[in-house]
């Protein structure tokens, strides 16, 4: 299994940066990370957050395109209904051309009211809308639709839906699925298959709600301030534009003590041998090809980002690239 690092550029008040240098940081960051043998970085998208929130996932994987050499690049998820399908298949297949083939898309629906009143697009069948950017883009890139074409063909599309529904959307578009939740994987491939697909073809990726150290009981009084942080946020940007009350403030430590049920209602702290334990039963059963974790929750500063980074790269992501007995590569 491939180990990446999710990045999203959040600058909250009570830890506020200097933006450029924030900006200027994640890619040196991004930098090492590959220099350290990363297998992909991923960018995700919102907009009008107030903590700075990445609005631009693949400007920003451009940028990171040309500092890297070897990490794939992804995006999850970009907001497709958002998007012109021309203009995000020029600017993907830009993005695959300066990283010599790396581009991985991860596309979604997003759910913020407020982000479709900005970009003036209703929010209604925005599924259907996202599904539809699919066809679209394999269109474009095919022969005779937008120039120049990507280095890959195809490029690997991904569809970051969760629960059995979207996970049926994604196999019978054949795409990728972005989801590391095991649960998944029937309804899917149930999917794939019912739409002339070999259940081979399934592809999982997606991200791992936690974060490794060296020391968990020693780190978990800051890192479940960025936390609850980081959950509150998402839960308070999700109502805004809505008459929903915003939800009240989690309780971080009752994520930690939960066993996962869903991909965001729980949280990992473990050093990297019980970390890659967790993430193989979680994922046990499944082709899920490649985990995430974010880089930096919430804000943290540059000297603990930094750490984690190295964390990942040099003591967990070995030890999910080993093989394990009895898997399919001993077969």
Known sequence: MRVGLYFDLRNPQRWRQDPARLHAFTLELCEEADRLG????????????????????????????????RARLGTAVLVAPLHH?????E??????????????????????????????????????????????????????????RPVQDPVPLWLGYLGPQGAGRAGRLGTGLL?????????YRDALVGAGYDASAG?????????VSDDPERDWAWVSEHLEYQVDSYRRHMVEGTDQPVPRPVDAAKLRSREPRTSIDYFFLEPPDRMAERVRAYTAGAPVETVYFWASIGG???????????????????LLAEQRPGSEDEK
């Open 203 to 211: 592809r999982m990726a997606g991200g791992i709600q936690g974060f």
């Open 91 to 148: 600017e993907a297949t830009l993005v695959d051309l300066i990283s010599n083939g790396r581009l991985d898309l991860g596309l979604g629906a997003g759910y913020r009211k407020p982000e479709y009143d900005l970009y003036g697009v209703p929010q209604e069948r925005r599924y259907g809308r996202t599904d539809a950017q699919v066809g679209a883009l394999r269109a474009l890139w095919a022969a005779g639709g937008v120039t120049p």
């Open 85 to 89: 399908p021309v203009r995000l298949a």
């Open 300 to 318: 943290m500063s540059e000297e603990r980002a930094r750490d984690h980074v190295q964390l990942v790269c040099n003591n967990l992501a070995p």
């Open 179 to 187: 989801t590391a939740n095991a649960e998944m994987w029937p309804h």
């Open 38 to 69: 990363i297998d992909s970085l991923w960018f995700t998208e919102h907009h009008q957050f107030d903590d700075g929130y990445l609005t631009q996932p693949l400007t920003f994987a451009a940028a990171v395109a040309a500092r890297t050499t």
